[in-house]
C-alpha cells in the first residue's frame, strides 16, 4: 500500500497510541453534505456521519455560516465568567420543545459523557441518593463515571481498574434474546432485593435506542412500567439522548414516541452538527438542585458550538428533517426485508425513523455472526459506501447517513447497500 494514505498511516502509528481505535485506513481531506473525500481523491458515501453527530450533514451552509458570523464576534469568555445571550436563547429553544413534565431548564457541556456525568450528579443532588442503574448493552462514555454507567466491558472497562461504586445493571428488553419486558422489570426487582434499596437509588439511566448496543428499541410498555417504578420509589428517569436525538427517530427526541415523560435528558453529537457541545435538559425544579459553581467547565456551551446549534434546529424545521427521517428509514428497511428472503443470517431488522440496523445471526445455530457483518462492511467500503458496526458482539450493522443526504446519492448508496449483501449469499 502506497500514497498519501499508506504515509500517514504511518505516522499515525508512531505519533498516536492504539488504544485510539481508528476503523478507517485513510484519512478524510473534504467533505460536503453526505460525501466525503479522502486525501488520494477516493469519494465515499457516509453512512456513518461522525457516529450519529451530522443529521444535518457536513458543512450546512446554514451552519457553517452561523459559526462565521460567530467567529468574527468571539469565541470565547467561558460562559460561567461572562455569559452570552445566545446560550441563554438555545436553552429557551431547547426548553420549549424538549419533552419534559412542567417547566424545564437546559444547561451546556462539551461531550456526551460530560452530560451524562452531569445528569448524574444534579439526580443525585435532587434526591440526596447515590445509586444509579442502567442497563446491559448500554454506552453511556468513556470517561470513569460513565464507563462505570456503560453496559459492555470490552473494549470500554477492560484494563481500567475498578469502576465508581453504587451503579448497577439490568436487563434491557431484547426480542431476539428472548428477554421480554417482564424479564427487565424482574432484573430491577433483584437489584432492589439483591444490591441496592430503591430508597437509595437517584435514577435509572436508559438510551430510548441503544446505540453502541445495538439499536434496541425500548418498548413502549418497558417506558410506562419503568416510569411507574420511578415514580413509586421517587427516583428520577433519565434518557440518554446523545445518539437518538434531533431528528434521528423522526421525532426530535426519542422520547417523544412515548406517552411518559423522563425527568431528565441528555443530548450531544447531532445537537450543534459537528460542533462540540451537549446538554442536559431537565424539570426546572430538579436542574435547579445543585448548588452555584456545581455545574460548568471552561468550554462548556462554547459560543461557536452554540451558533451551530442554533442553526441545526433551523435545518430541521425548514428542511423538515423529522418527516425525511421516516421517509428514509422506510427505504432503507424495505431494501434490508427484501434482501432477508434470500440471506438467512439477517436475524433482525430494527428502525425508528432513519435509525434503523440489521442483525448477522448464523441461521443454524441463533448465535451472533460478526464476520457476515464485517464483510458487508468491507464490501460497502470497498465500493465507496462507509458504514459501522455495533452490538456487544459486533454483528449489527448500523445506519447514520445524513437526513440531508441528496435523494439520488441516497438511492446510490442503497444499490451499493444491496450488493455487499448479495455478495454474501
Known amino acids: 500500500m502506497d500514497g498519501k494514505n499508506a504515509d500517514l498511516n504511518q505516522r499515525k502509528l508512531q505519533a498516536t497510541p492504539r488504544g485510539v481505535g481508528v476503523m478507517c485506513q485513510w484519512f478524510a481531506e473534504r467533505a460536503e453534505n453526505a460525501t466525503l473525500w479522502d486525501v488520494e481523491g477516493r469519494e465515499y458515501i457516509d453512512f456513518a456521519a461522525g457516529i450519529a453527530v451530522l443529521n444535518t450533514g457536513h458543512r450546512h451552509p446554514t451552519v457553517t455560516a452561523a459559526i462565521a458570523e460567530q467567529l468574527n464576534q468571539f469565541t470565547h469568555t467561558a460562559y460561567q465568567v461572562v455569559p452570552y445571550e445566545s446560550y441563554v436563547s438555545l436553552a429557551e429553544r431547547i426548553n420549549a420543545r424538549a419533552p419534559i413534565a412542567g417547566a424545564a431548564k437546559t444547561a451546556f457541556f462539551t461531550t456526551g459523557a460530560e452530560a451524562v456525568e452531569n445528569a448524574v450528579k444534579i439526580a443525585r443532588a435532587s434526591t440526596g441518593r447515590p445509586g444509579i442503574i442502567t442497563f446491559g448493552g448500554a454506552f453511556h462514555g468513556r470517561t470513569f463515571m460513565t464507563m462505570a454507567m456503560t453496559g459492555k466491558v470490552a473494549p470500554y472497562k477492560r484494563d481500567f481498574g475498578p469502576m465508581p461504586a453504587s451503579v448497577f445493571h439490568g436487563r434491557y428488553p431484547n426480542a431476539l434474546r428472548g428477554i421480554s419486558v417482564d424479564d427487565a422489570m424482574e ?10 434499596a ?7 439511566v436508559l438510551e430510548p435506542v441503544q446505540g453502541e448496543g445495538g439499536f434496541h428499541i425500548a418498548p413502549a410498555e418497558f417506558m410506562t412500567r419503568l416510569r ?20 434521528r427517530t423522526g421525532k426530535l427526541f426519542a422520547m417523544e414516541h412515548y406517552a411518559v415523560r423522563a425527568d431528565l435528558i441528555t443530548q450531544a453529537k447531532s445537537l450543534a452538527g459537528g460542533m462540540p457541545l451537549s446538554a442536559v435538559t431537565g424539570r426546572a425544579e430538579v436542574m435547579d438542585a445543585p448548588a452555584p459553581g456545581g455545574l460548568g467547565g471552561t468550554y462548556a456551551g462554547n459560543p461557536l458550538a452554540v451558533a451551530a446549534a442554533h442553526a441545526v434546529l433551523d435545518v430541521i424545521d425548514k428542511e423538515q428533517l423529522c418527516e425525511r427521517a421516516n421517509q428514509l428509514g422506510v427505504a432503507l428497511v424495505e431494501v434490508l426485508q427484501q434482501a432477508q428472503k434470500s440471506l438467512p443470517a439477517i436475524a433482525d431488522i430494527r428502525a425508528r425513523g432513519s435509525m434503523v440496523a440489521v442483525e448477522f445471526c448464523c441461521p443454524q445455530s441463533g448465535q451472533p455472526d460478526a464476520e457476515m457483518a464485517r464483510a458487508v462492511q468491507q464490501h460497502a467500503m470497498a465500493n465507496g459506501l462507509l458504514l459501522l458496526t455495533c452490538g456487544p458482539a459486533g454483528n449489527v450493522i448500523r445506519f447514520l447517513y445524513p437526513l440531508t443526504i441528496p435523494e439520488g446519492q441516497f438511492r446510490q448508496a442503497l444499490s451499493l447497500l444491496q450488493q455487499a449483501l ?3 449469499q
Open 198 to 204: 430503591p430508597q437509595d437509588v437517584a435514577a435509572i
Open 422 to 424: 448479495t455478495a454474501q
Open 228 to 247: 411507574a417504578c420511578c415514580d413509586a420509589h421517587g427516583i428520577l428517569l433519565i434518557a440518554d439522548e446523545v445518539q437518538s436525538g434531533y431528528a
Open 187 to 196: 432484573s430491577l426487582n433483584a437489584l432492589f432485593a439483591q444490591a441496592i
